[in-house]
């Protein structure tokens, strides 16, 4: 089954399961002054529910024809092998990690590893640069987020702010 | 109209307001040119910061200026090293490529800067004359209607995805609106779809559905193919110099200026198909046009396949501005991130806004061309000293553009979890991408849930029911045009496979 088609039956698991707590278990809890309401918090996502479904089973069974695609040199699904899919794949672990940290280690400390080792996974060496670069970009954000734009971004690690 | 117009040059015309103008211009032109981060994820980036400002009309003004200096520096990077940054300035490259090889780059970007000069100040009067007229007739709209409109303007989106993409295209809508949907809204006071996870109360971010949906499945696209990711690491930009166009080669654009910013501007009113439709168009109708000589002349570095893409989509930028700013309507996924910005401060675009707050829309409208103005006299002679961006190596380009996606996740709300809920949805898109959805069928939906839930509740409570669809004939009427744009396009690409068939059969 082509990609298209598991993502549209994905896609319907989860609108089935959007539907039945529509349909089934989500007026339950209703105020009975509501009730007599034309409208309930349950009657959008109902219609909602109906037309993804019917949306999802037309893909998931074929019913538009698409035209033969032209290889316009981009990537596609069945090549994704050829392509660099570890680098990609450490890359999104790093962005999680940059999530995680970025309490715990501060803002610095975490953009400044972040910036360091994402050059690093794409394979620069050149560790003085890299260091440099990742050191200014790191200060001078949080200098313009926090001075300029005064938004407070936690700048040191939460020990040393005694969090 | 004068007194709103006055106003308006008022406001944009403050130290304050003229410097948004050129700030934005100059950080759109210097990141739309870097592959990977387009006006929308640019925009996106910029929300938090235009939010922080607080004067709706002076961030709505650094918003727009943003946006015309990223299809700028979009074009200078296809012009400069054939790698557009916006899919809007891929025809520019057939033509502006080829004559920077000749080492006509300077003459290419001006030919590119004027055109996109007259196609957006021919799209501002434009913008000021249909949509003053545009909001009067909407003023007379119930919630009935506009839920209508919306569920019209929805299903073009979907009409315009192109063939074989329209079921996908409702279903991203849908999948849109049903995200919508998700949280603590403001009409019931009760929490809906949040499956007890806190974070979910408030429902999904708009600004990390906007990165998540563009800047980073862009990002793992750039990572995963280095071919992609072109600056011009090893390849010289060339010396931009003699920035001048002759008399003559002015005299030869010019018509092509004025048809393309008319075309331009009225396939940009259209909700889905906007500025890379137009630009295409335009190309292809130029060449189709032009004489033998000039017809070979295209795609090998012809100044009127350059003007033509470069005043449509401007035009078509500014047309899109028409159903957002009268009828509140996004037609692109740019307009769509407009409109979450305005909502987020406190702007509900529609008709009520030319009578509410006339400083905002014709503050906009006067910004657009400033923001035009400034493009052509401030930013083309900058041009060689921006486009060094260019040579930043893809191995330190790479984490800075997904260190701003994050960032621009994580600034407006100051919550880490959003980050995660970010690479989850970008790793989703991504996968939607390899698989030809559409993405922004979803956001506009998601932008707009609220808006058609409301106004469909509105409605329901009005009439007691569903009644509002055959009591009223122009929201029947519009409900009509949705089923009929959604349809047709199926109908005729059936007739048209199955004569294909026929003819098969017959031979």
């Not at chain 2, 650094?62 to 899919?87: E, H, M, Q």
């Not at chain 2, 919630?143 to 303007?153: D, H, N, Q, R």
């Not at chain 2, 009409?187 to 563009?214: C, E, H, K, S, Y």
Request: hydrophobic residues 55%; aromatic residues 10%; glycine residues 10%.
């Amino acid at each position: 089954m082509a990609l298209d088609r598991w993502i549209a039956f994905i896609i319907l698991l989860i609108c089935i399961t959007y539907a039945y707590t529509a349909f089934f278990t989500m007026d339950g809890l209703l105020p009975p002054i509501m009730q007599r309401s034309p409208i309930w918090p349950s009657s959008f996502p109902k219609v909602l529910s109906i037309g993804a479904i019917l949306m999802s089973l037309a893909i998931l069974l074929g019913v538009e024809k698409a035209p033969e695609k032209e290889d316009t040199g981009d990537i596609t699904f069945a090549r994704l092998r050829e392509y660099k899919l570890g680098q990609a794949i450490i890359l999104l672990s790093l962005m999680v990690a940059y999530a995680l940290l970025l309490r715990p280690i501060g803002f610095l400390a975490a953009t400044f590893l972040f910036l360091f080792l994402g050059s690093f996974i794409l394979g620069e060496r050149r560790f003085v640069i890299m260091g440099t670069v990742s050191a200014i970009a790191a200060g001078t954000v949080w200098w313009l987020v926090d001075s300029v734009l005064g938004i407070f971004l936690s700048p040191l690690p939460l020990f040393m702010i005694g969090g | 109209m004068i007194e709103g117009l006055i106003a308006g040059l008022v406001t944009a015309f403050t130290f304050t307001n003229i410097l948004m103008v050129i700030g934005g211009c100059l950080i759109g032109t210097f990141i739309g040119m870097l592959p990977g981060l387009g006006p929308m994820s640019i925009i996106a980036i910029m929300i938090p910061i235009a939010i922080t400002i607080g004067d709706p009309a002076t961030a709505l003004i650094l918003l727009s200026g943003v946006y015309y200096g990223a299809v700028f520096g979009g074009s200078t990077s296809s012009i400069l090293i054939n790698a557009p940054g916006v899919a809007s300035t891929v025809a520019t490259s057939f033509d502006g490529y080829p004559l920077a090889r000749k080492g006509q780059a300077g003459k290419a970007l001006t030919v590119a800067a004027v055109s996109s000069f007259a196609g957006g100040t021919i799209g501002a009067i434009l913008l000021a004359i249909f949509a003053p007229a545009l909001a009067s007739v909407a003023l007379l709209f119930h919630s009935s209607e506009y839920f209508a409109l919306m569920v019209v303007g929805l299903s073009a989106i979907a009409a315009f995805a192109g063939t074989g993409q329209i079921t996908k295209a409702l279903l991203m809508t849908l999948l849109g609106l049903m995200m919508a949907t998700v949280g603590e809204g403001v009409l019931f006071n009760m929490p809906r779809f949040t499956m007890g996870v806190m974070d979910l109360q408030t429902g999904f971010g708009f600004i990390t559905l906007a990165m998540a949906l563009f800047a980073l499945p862009e990002a793992i696209y750039l990572v995963l193919d280095p071919n992609r990711s072109k600056t011009a690491d090893g390849e010289s930009t060339g010396e931009i110099k003699d920035l001048r166009i002759t008399r003559e080669e002015g005299r030869k654009i010019a018509p092509v200026i004025g048809r393309q910013s008319l075309q331009g501007f009225f396939i940009g009113v259209l909700p889905g198909a906007g500025a890379t439709i137009a630009s295409f168009l335009g190309y292809a109708v130029e060449r189709n046009i032009a004489s033998k000589e000039e017809q070979d002349e295209f795609g090998k570095g012809s100044i009127k396949g350059i003007a033509a893409p470069e005043s449509a989509n401007n035009a078509a930028c500014t047309g899109s501005f028409v159903p957002l700013l009268t009828l509140g309507i996004p037609g692109s996924g740019t307009t769509a991130i407009l409109l979450g910005a305005l909502i987020a401060l406190n702007v509900s675009p529609g008709p009520r806004l030319m009578v509410d707050e006339p400083q905002i829309f014709w503050a906009v409208i006067i910004s657009m061309y400033l923001g035009n103005l400034v493009l052509l006299i401030l930013n083309l002679p900058l041009i060689p000293y921006i486009a060094k961006v260019l040579s930043v190596p893809r191995n330190y380009l790479i984490p800075f553009i997904l260190f701003f996606t994050l960032m621009g996740a994580y600034i407006g709300q100051n919550n880490a979890t959003e980050l995660l809920i970010l690479v989850g949805f970008g790793v989703v898109a991504t996968a939607f991408r390899f698989a030809d959805y559409p993405l922004a069928p979803l956001l506009i939906g998601f932008i707009l849930g609220p808006l058609l839930e409301n106004n469909f509740s509105r409605a329901m409570q009005l009439y007691d029911g569903m009644a509002f669809i055959w009591e009223r004939p122009m929201t029947l009427g519009l409900l009509g045009l949705a089923v009929v744009l959604v349809v047709l396009p199926s109908y005729r690409q059936r007739r048209a496979r199955l004569r294909a068939e026929g003819v098969a059969d017959g031979d």
